[in-house]
């Protein structure tokens, strides 16, 4: 129907999808330190799922959105990125904002939709830690909010090595390389 937005599907709290994400969401010891700390959360689906939104259950700390995320406003407002594989991760990058991983599913996931890793590696090029599972993610999120959302400086180098320019010249430049073909 022209549409990514799919039908609500009936088993989907089945999925290891909903349960590594519900139990993320709800993880006594992150709920704890985001309170500590001083952060909330807000759980966005892919645009697909949106319909799944309700499956999830949300608390005081961190909400699920039933709407597609506005990703520039998200992106510019967050002081961290928890993603699996969205490309989202580039932009947080570049405005030097941590992101950690959350590959509970790679091996699955690699072999249904690309068949290889990529042209990205995310072994050597990820700009985060990369989580494999539960534990390892809530760690990895907590101690970024211990060091408020500070960066780490293995993932800064990674991040200056990646990104060319980091200034606010990318639109002439742009510009001046489309001025050169008229």
Known sequence: EGTNQRKHIEDFKSTAYYKFYNSLINDKKLISAM????????????????????????NDTITVSKANANANDVISECSMLVTDYSSAFFECAYL?????????????????????????????????PICYDLDTSVDAIIKYLKNNCKIEEKYKKRIDK???????????????EVLKYD
């Open 162 to 176: 990646f990104f060319i320019y980091n200034d606010k010249n990318n639109c002439k430049r742009l510009i001046n």
């Open 35 to 58: 309170k500590k700390y001083g952060y909330t959360g807000v759980f966005y689906n892919h645009p697909n799922f949106n319909k799944q939104a309700a499956d999830f259950e949300e």
């Open 96 to 128: 030097k904002k941590p992101v950690v991983y959350t590959q509970f599913d790679h091996d699955d996931f690699v072999k249904r939709h690309i068949g290889t890793d990529g042209y990205y590696n995310y072994n050597t090029d990820s700009f985060g």
